[in-house]
């Protein structure tokens, strides 16, 4: 069973308040993108990468992500609409009989209608360029153990509150039962796509519309090292995690 890994990288970074997309804002000297995919590929297991760029990146994260078994496509206007527009362009290309929703751009050469698209689908955040290789790893091999929808989790540190409108506080969370998700998510293929087909708006994972449908999600123990960049602090905190660990 190959595996291809879909990382939406469309997102703006508004919260982050840099001048480029947040997927080409550098950390320790190398795009956040580029640290993601080539994370991705080093794991060993995953065989592609679809990667969703803002329209107008196209060129740019071709030109980044060269020589590398990827294809750029055109994000959508949130996450979902990213990771739905590269499930389209993955069975366009594999010969599904999904409309193409995605504007293709192979960076390898080769008929990119006889790929294969794989069986596995890990959905990355471009935003996690520390993740551990071995996550990912542990991952897929969670899929190839015969789980259908594998996210990883951590636990929460901070006690969590329920509030209202006014930030009134209206009761204590039990945070032993809580966990905090992070990404690679993995899924077999038929899943994942089950769930894009049934979702209707916006959700904030993947997993989450696996959960809609009414199937299992299983855990897998996540990493710190798989934070997402968000905010000027976190891309403080990936500087100086890089500059204590020389590549
Ligand atoms: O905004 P946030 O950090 O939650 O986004 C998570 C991931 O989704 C990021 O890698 C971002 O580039 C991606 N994204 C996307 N298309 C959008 C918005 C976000 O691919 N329209």
Redesign the pocket.
């Known amino acids: 069973m190959s595996v291809v890994a879909v990382v ?4 703006s970074g508004q919260r982050l308040g840099a001048a480029l997309p ?2 080409f804002v550098p950390v320790g000297g190398v795009p956040i993108l580029l640290r993601a995919v080539d994370g991705l590929l080093r794991s060993g297991v995953v065989d592609r990468v679809v990667v ?1 760029v803002p329209a107008g990146q196209v060129g740019a994260a071709r030109s980044l992500l060269a020589g590398r078994p990827v294809v750029v496509i055109v ?5 979902t ?2 990771v739905r527009n590269a499930l389209h362009a993955m069975d366009g290309a594999s010969g599904g009989e999904r409309a193409h929703g995605g504007e293709r751009a192979g960076t390898r050469g080769g008929d990119a209608h006889t790929e294969d698209f794989g069986d596995i689908v890990l959905v990355h ?3 996690r360029p520390l993740t551990p290789p071995e996550l990912t790893a542990a991952v897929v091999a969670a899929i190839r153990s015969g789980r259908h929808a594998v996210v990883p989790v951590l636990p929460l540190a901070d006690t969590v509150k329920q509030v209202d409108g006014d930030g009134r506080v209206h009761g204590t969370v039990d945070r032993s039962v809580l966990r905090a998700v992070q990404t690679p998510q993995g899924f077999t293929r038929a899943l994942l796509e089950r769930a894009y087909d049934a979702a209707g708006s916006a959700a904030t994972d993947d997993a989450g519309l696996v959960e809609a449908l009414g199937e299992s999600v299983h855990t897998v123990p996540g990493h710190a090292s798989a934070f ?1 960049i ?1 905010t000027p602090w976190d891309l403080q905190l990936a500087e100086m995690l890089l500059a204590r660990t020389p590549e």
């Open positions: 939406p990288a469309a997102g947040k997927a969703a994000g959508g206007s949130d996450r609409g990213s955040d471009a935003a997402k968000t």
